[in-house]
C-alpha cells in the first residue's frame, strides 16, 4: 500500500490562477513528518514545507499556503496566483519516527502553469 | 548555509561497469541515505546509514549496491555491476539527530547506463 498519495499526475493552469496539489498519507505513527518538496525540470530536489504531526496549523508562506487535516490525513499545497516559475514536479513526502526515518514519497504531480 | 554535495554531477558508464557516486554530507550529520529517482517516477529509498553500518535497506538495494563512509566526510554508493534499468537519479540526504526528522537532500548525480 501506498503511504503516500499524490492523485493528481499532471494539472494545468492558466498564470494567475490558484491550484492546490493533494497529498494523502497513511502512517499508523503517531509521531511523523510531512514534507513538500519541489523538482524543476534541472532535477534537484527544492524544500518547501516541513510539517510534524503535533502540529496541524496551517501555514502561509508568500502564495503558499498548506493545509495539514489529520482527520482526513491530507496534507495539501495552494499555490495562489500560479507564475510560470511554478511549472515543475511537487512531491509530498512522509517520515516516520518509528521506520528508520526513511522518506516516503509520493509519485508527484507535475504542474504546469500556462502564460 | 551548509549544504549536501554530490559529484558527478552525470555519470554515463556502460553496463557491467563499476560506478561510484560520491557525496559530501552536513558536516556534523549524522544519519546518512541515498535515494533513487528512474526518470519521470518517484523518488525511492535505498539504504540508511548510521554509525559506519547500514541501518536500513530496501528492496532495491541488492547485492550489487554497497555503502561506505571512508574518511569521515565522503558517503559514497557504489553500483558493482551496473544494469540499464540502474539509469536515474540518485540523491543523497544527511540528517542531523535523532529529533530532527528533516533530511537535507543534495543536487542529485543523474547516472545513464549505456
Known amino acids: 500500500a501506498q503511504k503516500v498519495t499524490q492523485a493528481q499526475t499532471e494539472i494545468s493552469v492558466v498564470e494567475k490562477e490558484d491550484v492546490t496539489l493533494d497529498c494523502v498519507y497513511e502512517t499508523r505513527d503517531t509521531t511523523y513528518y510531512l514534507f513538500w518538496y519541489k523538482q524543476p525540470p534541472s532535477g534537484e530536489l527544492v524544500f518547501l514545507i516541513r510539517r510534524n504531526s503535533f502540529d496541524e496549523q496551517n501555514e502561509i508562506s508568500g502564495r503558499y499556503s498548506w493545509n495539514f487535516q489529520k482527520s482526513t490525513s491530507s496534507f495539501n499545497f495552494t499555490i495562489t496566483a500560479s507564475q510560470v516559475v511554478d511549472s515543475a514536479v511537487y512531491f509530498c513526502?512522509?517520515?516516520?519516527?518509528?521506520?528508520?526515518?526513511?522518506?516516503?514519497f509520493g509519485t508527484g504531480t507535475s504542474l504546469t502553469v500556462i502564460p | 548555509e551548509p549544504e549536501v554535495t554530490q559529484t558527478p554531477s552525470h555519470q554515463v558508464t556502460q553496463m557491467g561497469q563499476e560506478v561510484i557516486l560520491r557525496c559530501v554530507p552536513i558536516?556534523?550529520?549524522?544519519?546518512f541515505y541515498w535515494y533513487r529517482q528512474i526518470l519521470g517516477q518517484k523518488v525511492e529509498f535505498l539504504v540508511s546509514f548510521y554509525n559506519n553500518e547500514i541501518s536500513e535497506k530496501s528492496e532495491i538495494f541488492d547485492d550489487q549496491f554497497s555503502v561506505e563512509r571512508p574518511d569521515g566526510s565522503n558517503f559514497t554508493l557504489k553500483i558493482r555491476s551496473t544494469k540499464l534499468e540502474d539509469s536515474a537519479m540518485y540523491f543523497c540526504?544527511?540528517?542531523?539527530?535523532?529529533?530532527?526528522?528533516?533530511?537535507?537532500f543534495g543536487p542529485g548525480t543523474r547516472l545513464t547506463v549505456t
Open positions: 540526504a544527511s540528517r542531523d539527530s535523532r529529533w530532527d526528522y528533516e533530511q537535507y
Open positions: 558536516s556534523n550529520h549524522l544519519y
Open positions: 513526502a512522509l517520515s516516520e519516527a518509528q521506520n528508520g526515518n526513511q522518506f516516503y
